[in-house]
């Protein structure tokens, strides 16, 4: 007996939380909207039957508006799943029970599960379930993810569902308010060609839903028709749907006892006087500890009512017009710091991993092996190729999952969408918009994942120009460069430096960003923006540990795989070589004979394109470049080859500006392959190769500058300062003349900050 | 008075929703039908984006969306 099962839903309401424990799957899941951009599936066992359950992109109704919706609508449409459970989150149920009745006018057969019952009990309310089943005659299971027996129950109920119910489409009543039977008469012969069914065609005719109507092919005489029935059916529809929801939705979410109680001890323990005219009499008698007891109650009662509409309290504080901003910088800082500060949690566990490389692997295994007398490229190859490169990244294995735990849990608090929101008017001027922020930050844990996350951005272009940029945010792979190199050469302003490419990565895609949308051909399209707003959640435990051990070992297996091959092959390339020593030409390992290696000939034909750098000359200048090069298969290589080259110190010698510029170059140019591919995929041939080609240059030339500011600095530090200011002051004059120039005839106190184009109706500046 | 000239902290009842095609589609279906209420939260800092709550749930409107919502004072005050 094989089944298939489909979860649907609106989006965040943790349907892919729900496929995870069904399926034991570790799929990514997001307090955000539109975490899951297509369908997954796998099989499961379940009492000796197969199940084939898939996890479907979330959506508001089936009218859909992007790419990764009509995936589910599709899926539902197509009508080869058993049954579809339908998953709601019962804190905002009747919103997510719009759908619902969505699926019901396809005659899906639906098992509905109302999730996240552990908030809702956590706010002091129950459900009585048994209602909603009655009046939509359907299988409601209640249900909380956090309890694996509920996972269980809801497929047993499914199951059940199956295999005994006999499936009835239900009549639906609020359907006969509308002209519905009048529309299927009209379109009945053109629904059957197209191979759609006849309600559903009907409803979305008065939905006006363009991708049906298209199949439909209606002639201009069943158009006429159907607008004879009346206009503004779309909007009767809806207004019909919610009121039924509102009906049947009577009586099933109430206040437990523990409320109850709540408000008799408000009335009856504390005696407060609530009504009006208690209210005004004790103004009469000026009874100020009264008064403070009736403001304090009637604070305590309009959070409440807030509460109940849908406000967190918290965004007050983190959405407020002037700290929101401050808050979000502290807050970022304060994950830097943690993660990659000295003397920090990050810091002790590296300097830890640091110590048992060295002491407990690397020398002893150098000397058991001299001992034994192994020939020499093989200890070579052992100690140098592969404990030190390898070493070498795998310290940073702490810091870099605090780094991805940190976004992790930035994510799952829902904060990340606030972010969006708050930055949306700043990102709107350069052409993308808040949700751009979601795949940019992402990018500081992994690029290539980040780009996928673009996915659902509902302009073309703002997407393309999104996943672009995105690389330009230092990814974790490259951090391990930045804290060896700083480690090395700027060990008191570490923390600084490491901070400034974060910021110089952003701010440099920031700035491409603002120059593309002045280009007409890259200009992005107007938005709508409406993004909901998750509420605010503690992650569990379980989910941090999970999230940390995911992510440590997807990294251990990169290292011992991608970054392990590659390291073998540059340390042979890099370590053997051919050269003439006393008129012979010989062939060895460059630690018995004077030759140059392989590697050397190839990195040293190009390096001089370097030069200008700081970092391409010189006995060291091909294997900076190497290091390089092989970067382009994983980050986390360019140190792991600097590593078997003898470390960094080696490689620049005492030349500060060359590691900076070595570090900025890092920081900038072409990603890895695993992004490029992920950027082909996503935005195709022409956006990979431009943004690689863009990538590549502004790392050359941001390099070339920062190494002759170095320079400069290093000579003559009052010049280099004084340059430096005079470009921000420049700058900064620029930035308000041309701000005084846009906003001469903007309205004063305009809430869309000048771009309501006069239609907020407050008086213009003269 | 549409959303957007609304004030921050008060409740409103949505009279109508203009507009057609698919952003007027999608404000009903989030359920920004004709006299729900709403409570405006705020605004961003940069501008442009309301910040409201419906039905137990919060949402951010740009503005071009916003616009299309005309609403009425419902707190009394």
């Known amino acids: 007996m094989d089944y298939n099962i489909a979860l649907v839903g609106n989006p965040n309401v943790g349907k892919t939380s729900v496929y995870n424990k069904i399926t034991h799957s570790f799929e990514h899941v997001g307090n955000w909207h539109g975490v899951t951009v297509e369908a997954v599936s796998k099989d499961i066992l379940f009492e000796h039957r197969r199940i084939t359950v898939c996890d479907l992109p979330g959506l508001y109704s089936l009218t859909v508006y992007s790419p990764e919706e009509g995936v589910s609508r599709d899926a539902v449409c197509a009508g080869d799943h058993q049954a579809i459970i339908d998953v709601c989150d019962v804190n905002d149920l009747s919103r997510n029970l719009y759908l619902t009745l969505q699926l019901l006018e396809v005659g899906a057969p639906v098992v509905l599960t109302l999730n996240m019952m552990d908030e809702l009990s956590r706010r002091g309310q129950v459900v009585n379930y048994r209602k909603l089943e009655a009046a939509l005659g359907l299988p409601v299971v209640p249900m909380s993810t956090k309890r694996h027996s509920e996972v269980h129950i ?63 092919a209606l002639s201009e005489e069943q158009k006429a028709g159907i607008a004879a029935l009346g206009e503004g059916l779309q909007d009767k529809l809806a207004a019909v749907r919610y009121e039924y929801i509102d009906k049947i939705m009577d009586g099933v979410i109430m206040s437990s006892v523990a409320d109850e109680h709540h408000e008799m001890h408000e009335h009856y323990v504390h005696d407060v006087p609530l009504t009006q005219s208690e209210r005004e009499e004790a103004e009469k008698r000026g009874d100020e500890e009264e008064l403070k007891h009736i403001r304090l109650h009637g604070k305590i009662k309009k ?30 800082l304060a994950v830097f710091f943690v993660t990659f500060g000295d003397y920090m949690p990050g810091y002790w566990m590296k300097t830890g991993l640091e110590w048992i490389f060295d002491n407990a692997l690397h020398d002893p295994v150098e000397k058991g092996l001299t001992n034994v007398g192994a020939w020499n490229w093989v200890t070579g190859l052992v100690t140098d190729g592969i404990i030190d490169g390898l070493g070498g990244v795998l310290v940073f294995l702490p810091q870099i999952v605090l780094m991805f735990l940190f976004l992790a849990l930035l994510e799952d608090s829902g904060y990340i969408s606030r972010v969006a929101f708050m930055t949306d008017g700043l990102f709107r001027k350069i052409g993308l918009s808040g949700r751009s922020v979601f795949t940019m930050l992402m990018g500081f844990g992994c690029s290539a994942t980040a780009v996928l996350t673009s996915r659902g951005m509902e302009d073309e272009k703002m997407r393309k120009k999104t996943v672009m940029l995105t690389p330009f945010m230092s990814c974790s792979a490259r951090f391990p460069v930045y804290s060896a190199i700083c480690a090395a050469y700027f060990a008191s302003g570490k923390a600084f430096v490491i901070f400034g490419m974060y910021i110089l990565g952003a701010a440099i895609a920031l700035v491409y960003a603002a120059v593309l949308n002045k280009i007409k051909k890259f200009k992005s399209g107007e938005m709508s923006f409406i993004m909901e707003m998750p509420p605010y959640r503690i992650p569990t435990v379980t989910r941090v540990f999970q999230i940390l051990w995911h992510n440590a070992k997807a990294f251990v297996i990169r290292v011992g795989t991608v970054v392990f091959a590659i390291n073998i092959i540059v340390w042979l390339l890099s370590s053997f070589g051919v050269g003439t020593v006393d008129g012979k030409t010989v062939f060895g390992y460059c630690g018995d004979v004077q030759v140059k290696s392989f590697l050397e000939y190839f990195a040293s034909a190009i390096a001089p394109v370097f030069a200008p750098l700081g970092f391409g000359g010189g006995e060291h200048g091909w294997q900076a470049v190497t290091a390089l090069l092989s970067g382009l298969a994983a980050k986390e290589v360019v140190l792991s080859s600097m590593e078997s080259f003898g ?85 900064i004059v620029a930035a308000v003349v041309t701000h005084v120039i846009r906003t001469r005839n903007v309205c004063i106190g305009c809430p869309g900050a000048g771009s309501c184009g006069g239609s907020c109706g407050r008086k213009r500046k003269k | 008075m549409t959303l957007m000239h609304a004030e921050s902290d008060r409740i409103y009842r949505i009279v109508s929703v203009s507009g057609d095609g698919d952003r007027h589609r999608r404000l009903l279906d989030m359920g920004f039908t004709p006299g729900s209420e709403i409570y405006v939260a705020g605004y961003a800092p940069f501008g442009g984006t309301v910040l409201v709550s419906l039905r137990g749930f919060s949402v951010a409107l740009r503005e071009n969306a916003a616009d299309l919502i005309n609403v009425e004072c419902a707190d009394g005050l």
Not at chain 1, 157 to 171: G, N
Not at chain 1, 308 to 332: E, H, Q, T
Request: net charge positive; hydrophobic share 55%; charged share 20%.
């Open chain 1, 303 to 332: 959070n409440e009512d807030l509460k109940r509409r849908g406000f967190s309290g918290a965004d007050r504080i983190f959405l407020n017009k002037y700290l929101a901003l401050p808050l979000f910088f502290v807050i970022m």
């Open chain 1, 647 to 731: 470390g960094v110190d080696v490689i620049f010698g005492s030349n500060y500006c060359a590691a900076l510029s070595f570090v900025v170059f890092t920081l900038l140019y072409v990603p890895c392959i695993a992004t490029l591919t992920a950027i082909k995929k996503e935005a195709g041939w022409k956006w990979m190769l431009g943004g690689a080609a863009l990538q590549l240059i502004t790392a050359y030339v941001v390099a070339l500058i920062f190494y002759w500011m170095g320079i400069l600095f290093v000579y003559n530090a009052g010049a280099a300062v004084s340059i430096i200011i005079v470009l921000a002051v420049a700058a």
């Open chain 1, 154 to 216: 809801l497929l047993s109920v499914t199951v059940d569902y199956i295999e005994h119910s006999r499936h009835k489409r239900r009549e639906l009543p609020y359907l006969k308010k509308l002209p519905t039977e009048q529309i299927k008469t009209i379109i009945e012969k053109n629904a059957e060609k197209a191979g759609i069914d006849l309600l559903y065609a009907a409803v979305k005719v008065m939905e006006d839903d363009s991708y049906v109507l298209e199949k439909l």
